[in-house]
């Protein structure tokens, strides 16, 4: 049974650093073929993809955030990581982190987790 | 960056009414693309992948079709537990860019 689950804090300033990690279980990122992704939701606006990790390290990124956004995993922890440089408070959204494999869709997701950026 | 826009934003529909949303990539995508179903404040659900596959335990009154550009989601008869935000996304192996959705409301 696949699981995943983000954690990181709920409240940033603006011009901090915002780290986010995702842990998940039922699945190795040392397997070929499969990958972690994070997506993010403003409240009340549509989904938005920003990074993805795959098995062989392969990295890609939203081309609009890429300069902002570093993605790493830890194989042996389960874990994928997920630093936004920079946050202002229009990042405030729900983040997503997301299993998939190459070739194929997120088939599943996190449950969220909402960060929201103030003073 | 490929590009995805979903059009209606917002659809009004009955309960037994056909539902067609359409979503088109600013280039092609083979038959990458997948439709999500959110419900207020769930994670999204796949629905469809490969643009008309059924996921696995999907009602069968969901289907897909199209490739290249233009792609359509289809509720042939739409139920109660049907309203909620329907979300495209193009899924090359390099990025996974989502349409803006389509809010589907009871009329």
Known sequence: QIT??????????????????????GFSLSTSGVGVGWIRQPPGKALEWLALIYWNDDKRYSPSLKSRLTITKD?????????????DPVDTATYYCAHRRKGDPIDYWGQGTLVTVSS | DIQMTQSPSTLSASVGDRVTITCRASQSISSW????????????????YKAS???????????????????TLTISSLQ???F????????????????????VEIK
Do not use: H
Not at chain 1, 11 to 22: E, S
Not at chain 2, 85 to 98: A, H, I, L, V
């Open chain 1, 4 to 25: 995943l689950k983000e954690s990181g804090p709920t409240l940033v300033k603006p011009t901090q650093t915002l780290t986010l990690t995702c842990t998940f279980s």
């Open chain 1, 75 to 87: 194989t042996s922890k389960n874990q994928v990581v997920l630093t936004m440089t920079n946050m």
């Open chain 2, 33 to 48: 693309l997948a439709w999500y179903q959110q419900k207020p404040g769930k994670a999204p659900k796949l629905l469809i």
């Open chain 2, 53 to 71: 596959s059924l996921e696995s335990g999907v009602p069968s009154r969901f289907s897909g079709s199209g490739s290249g550009t233009e792609f």
């Open chain 2, 80 to 82: 109660p537990d049907d």
């Open chain 2, 84 to 103: 909620a935000t329907y979300y495209c996304q193009q899924y090359n192996s390099y990025s996974g860019t989502f349409g803006g959705g389509t809010k």
